[in-house]
């Protein structure tokens, strides 16, 4: 006697109907690509995520095409297990970059893109993956800094404006029973018109919409961790210029290098004169315009400006690429109303080890376990920030009114008249008449320095193509009556 199992038969909705469209598949392949590229471009992945993503899911559009009428359950077990190992390595990722989770967010997403391009039998799946590319076109914007971007904006409008034309097209041969068959003229007659519609239109209300001038940042990017020893000078390091050996000031003007602005270094020689080239070396994305601060010098002698304190700084140490300048002890104290305002900084080329923030840095995230902040709040990384870096700040911007600034105080503490105050003892007597003259009348700094910046600025109009000054004078009366 036999026995057989009895058929059980599961209650459901029908199986969709299997795409048979080649050609929607391809301008939805398109999009995706598009907008996976749109996120590999950003400069956060490296080559091999760069080049196996797009690689995978060509494959999958292949894959899923010609299994579109099969079960793919072995496929179907495997994309989960790719699931799986793709959270744990997201888990993995984001454990270690808490302050910023974008980047592995978008690596998560465009695993998940590729897993589930292998499985898209039916015109629902396709449309799935039309919409994840639009969610990964909207990604790259966040990680882009780049105008470059329009252009995938641009191609991923054209790749979607067919995927959808192709999509209604599809459905419309099915209600009529009709097979699949490659459309004539759909491209020349419908899509590229409306894409050149669609822009214009857009064009037009982004041009009436009203453009903020910065942003709000959320998140706090910085690059891969560098290990480096504490034991590293507070000093100003530039690739671009050796050291002076010696008094910087006791030769000819500095020669100034197209590649490096002359002041970032320990000092800054006030006869020197030149061009920089018109490369990018750093993006900035913060909360809103304001002065981004990396040396302070505070002491004049005739010539240029030095730094007093010379390479006196505290070290900051962490085990979380966070830093909080509080717990410097030899900084200047924080007065009046301030406003927080976020800043991340980009690198495009190799720099100095100068880390740039708005003033007062209170919280920096930067990619290694320990820097160095001077006593006027400036802060300096352990090594020469090369290409690519990415670090962040959040910063305490004082917040003083015109009207705060004209009551302040004058008696200053003698300590502190003595350092900002101090002047080389002879060379500046035009300087001091025609100061004299333009704060006549004055009752406060504030409109005094008010006054002064008035007349430098309708006075001498901004030139670099004036010679240095080879004159033995002070470099102020040079450039304020000689020049």
């Given at each position: 006697?036999?026995f057989?199992?009895?058929?059980?038969?599961?209650?459901?909705r029908?199986?969709?109907?299997?795409?048979?469209?080649?050609?929607?598949?391809?301008?939805?392949?398109?999009?995706?690509?598009?907008?996976?590229?749109?996120?590999?471009?950003?400069?956060?992945?490296?080559?091999?995520?760069?080049?196996?993503?797009?690689?995978?899911?060509?494959?999958?559009?292949?894959?899923?095409?010609?299994?579109r009428?099969?079960?793919?359950?072995?496929?179907?077990?495997?994309?989960?297990?790719?699931?799986?190992?793709?959270?744990?390595?997201?888990?993995?990722?984001?454990l270690?970059?808490?302050y910023?989770?974008?980047?592995?967010?978008?690596?998560?997403?465009?695993?998940?893109?590729?897993?589930?391009?292998?499985?898209?039998?039916?015109?629902k799946?396709?449309?799935?993956?039309l919409?994840?590319?639009?969610?990964?076109?909207?990604?790259?914007?966040?990680?882009?800094?780049?105008?470059?971007?329009?252009?995938?904006?641009?191609?991923f409008?054209?790749?979607?404006?067919?995927?959808m034309?192709?999509?209604?097209?599809?459905?419309?041969?099915?209600?009529?029973?009709?097979?699949?068959?490659?459309?004539?003229?759909?491209?020349?007659?419908?899509?590229?018109?409306?894409?050149?519609?669609?822009?214009?239109?857009?064009?037009?209300?982004?041009?009436?919409?009203?453009?903020?001038?910065?942003?709000?940042?959320?998140?706090?990017?910085?690059?891969a961790?560098?290990?480096?020893?504490?034991?590293?000078?507070?000093?100003?390091?530039?690739?671009?210029?050796?050291?002076?050996?010696?008094?910087?000031?006791?030769?000819?003007?500095?020669?100034?290098?197209?590649?490096?602005?002359?002041g970032?270094?320990?000092?800054?020689?006030?006869?020197?004169?030149?061009?920089?080239?018109?490369?990018?070396?750093?993006?900035?994305r913060?909360?809103e315009?304001?002065?981004?601060?990396?040396?302070?010098?505070?002491?004049?002698?005739?010539?240029?400006?030095?730094?007093?304190?010379?390479?006196?700084?505290?070290?900051?140490?962490?085990?979380?690429?966070?830093?909080?300048?509080f717990?410097?002890?030899?900084?200047?104290?924080?007065?009046?109303?301030?406003?927080?305002?976020?800043?991340?900084?980009?690198?495009?080329k190799?720099?100095?080890?100068?880390i740039?923030?708005?003033?007062?840095?209170?919280?920096?995230?930067?990619?290694?376990?320990?820097?160095?902040?001077?006593?006027?709040?400036?802060?300096?990384?352990?090594y020469?920030?090369?290409?690519?870096?990415?670090?962040?700040?959040?910063?305490?911007?004082?917040?003083?009114?015109p009207?705060?600034?004209?009551?302040?105080?004058?008696?200053?503490?003698?300590?502190?008249?003595?350092?900002?105050?101090?002047?080389?003892?002879?060379?500046?007597?035009?300087?001091?008449?025609?100061?004299?003259?333009?704060?006549?009348?004055?009752?406060?700094?504030?409109?005094?320095?008010?006054?002064?910046n008035?007349?430098?600025?309708?006075?001498?109009?901004?030139?670099?193509?004036?010679?240095?000054?080879y004159?033995?004078?002070?470099?102020?009366?040079?450039?304020?009556?000689?020049?």
């Open positions: 006697m036999s057989r199992w009895p058929e059980i038969k599961l209650s459901g029908p199986k969709r109907q299997p795409e048979d469209s080649i050609e929607l598949r391809a301008w939805v392949l398109a999009a995706v690509l598009v907008g996976e590229a749109a996120v590999l471009t950003s400069g956060y992945f490296g080559a091999v995520t760069g080049v196996l993503v797009p690689f995978l899911t060509i494959v999958a559009f292949v894959v899923s095409h010609h299994r009428r099969e079960r793919n359950i072995l496929i179907k077990v495997m994309l989960a297990f790719g699931a799986l190992a793709a959270l744990a390595m997201f888990f993995r990722e984001v270690s970059s808490l910023d989770t974008r980047v592995p967010l978008a690596r998560l997403f465009l695993w998940v893109q590729v897993i589930h391009a292998f499985d898209l039998p039916a015109r799946d396709l449309s799935y993956s919409i994840s590319a639009l969610i990964l076109a909207a990604v790259g914007a966040v990680l882009t800094t780049s105008l470059w971007y329009g252009i995938f904006v641009l191609a409008l054209m790749c979607a404006m067919g995927a034309a192709q999509m209604n097209l599809s459905e419309a041969r099915q209600r009529a029973g009709l097979q699949a068959s490659r459309s004539r003229g759909l491209v020349l007659g419908t899509i590229v018109p409306s894409f050149f519609a669609v822009v214009a239109v857009g064009l037009v209300c982004f041009s009436l919409l009203p453009q903020r001038q910065a942003m709000n940042l959320t998140m706090m990017p910085t690059s961790f560098r290990n480096v020893a504490e034991n590293f000078t507070g000093g100003v390091q530039n690739p671009y210029y050796r050291p002076p050996g010696g008094d910087p000031f006791a030769g000819p003007p500095q020669a100034i290098l197209p590649d490096s602005y002359h970032f270094l320990p000092y800054m020689d006030l006869r020197s004169r030149g061009r920089l080239s018109d490369e990018v070396v750093m993006k900035v913060s909360e315009t304001v002065p981004y601060r990396g040396v302070v010098f505070d002491d004049y002698n005739g010539k240029g400006w030095e730094i007093s304190t010379g390479e006196d700084a505290q070290t900051l140490t962490t085990d979380s690429m966070r830093f909080d300048t717990t410097a002890t030899n900084t200047e104290l924080e007065l009046g109303p301030s406003r927080e305002v976020a800043q991340v900084f980009r690198v495009e190799d720099s100095s080890n100068i740039f923030g708005a003033y007062r840095p209170e919280t920096v995230f930067f990619p290694t376990s320990n820097i160095k902040i001077d006593p006027y709040g400036s802060l300096r990384a352990p020469q920030i090369p290409e690519g870096s990415a670090y962040s700040v959040i910063s305490h911007v004082p917040n003083a009114s009207e705060q600034l004209r009551s302040a105080s004058t008696a200053y503490p003698e300590e502190m008249a003595e350092r900002y105050t101090q002047l080389p003892p002879t060379g500046l007597e035009r300087t001091s008449e025609l100061a004299g003259r333009l704060t006549e009348g004055t009752t406060n700094p504030y409109d005094a320095v008010l006054r002064m008035e007349y430098l600025k309708t006075t001498y109009p901004y030139d670099l193509s004036i010679p240095p000054q004159e033995e004078m002070d470099a102020v009366e040079y450039f304020l009556f000689e020049q």
